[in-house]
């Protein structure tokens, strides 16, 4: 009997993230964000000089990451991305590894080399489930999740949220600049041959433009509910 799994896809800044961490956190499931591990997985290659598209290098190079997720101890919870023994969590998140993850996502042979990490991540969790956030989730990685969602929002509400994240963190990127890359990423993930971004046909999209973080996530919990 595995655990119960609900899967949140959807572009990028469509709030994902923050209604992930809500949900799981309310639920007491364990998360998995699997961008996060893209993110880590550009920044290695990235670190070794290995292309973004070279699939050799990157074949090479997967089996030698050990990526791992630990509690922050922050209050409000959230997650460090840890590569080795190296706490990678801020440097994964600049603009340059969000156009790099959605390159390596692109390759077939690291979307196949991190299928088992990322249904591995989830299982073990102890908890009664998992929240995986990600692209492929509900079509993909758990094409049999228990609640799949799918979370939409319009480009400029998308690109504001992450405009004003990038500014928190005093990364100087214009508004235009984020909205450019963020339609460009879309792009690439809705394009690409293998798992394109796309609901999953039984997945319940939910747009969250305009709508407080929290109506979003006491929606999502009350789907979650009524399938546990
Ligand atoms: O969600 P996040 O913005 O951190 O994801 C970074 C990139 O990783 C995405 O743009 C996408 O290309 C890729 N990704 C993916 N499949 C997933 C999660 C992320 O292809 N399940």
Do not use: C
Request: glycine letters at 10%.
């Amino acid at each position: 009997h595995r655990p119960f799994i609900v899967a949140i896809d959807g572009p990028a800044g469509a709030g994902k993230s923050t209604a992930s961490r809500q949900l799981a956190a309310r639920l007491g499931f364990a998360m998995v964000d699997t961008g996060a591990i893209y993110r880590t997985v550009a920044l290695a290659a990235t670190l070794r000089g290995i292309a973004l598209d070279d699939d050799a290098g990157l074949g090479q190079l997967l089996p030698l990451l050990a990526i791992r997720f630990a509690p922050s101890g922050q209050p409000g919870g959230g997650q460090r991305v840890l590569l080795g023994e190296e706490d990678v969590s801020v440097e994964i998140r600049t603009p340059p590894m969000s156009l790099g993850a959605s390159k390596v996502s692109a390759r077939p042979v690291v979307r196949a080399g991190l299928l088992e990490l990322q249904r591995r991540l989830a299982l073990a969790a102890e908890n009664r489930g998992a929240v995986l956030e990600g692209r492929d989730i509900g079509t993909v990685v758990f094409p049999d999740a228990d609640a799949k969602f799918f979370l939409v929002a319009t480009p400029e509400e998308r690109a504001r949220r992450r405009h004003a994240e990038l500014l928190a963190k005093g990364d100087g990127s214009t508004f235009e600049e984020v909205l450019a890359d963020q339609l460009k990423r879309d792009r690439q993930d809705s394009e690409r041959e293998i798992a394109p971004l796309r609901p999953a046909e039984d997945a319940v999209v939910v747009d969250t433009s305009g709508t407080p973080l929290e109506a979003v996530v006491d929606a999502l919990a009350r789907e979650v509910r009524a399938r546990q």
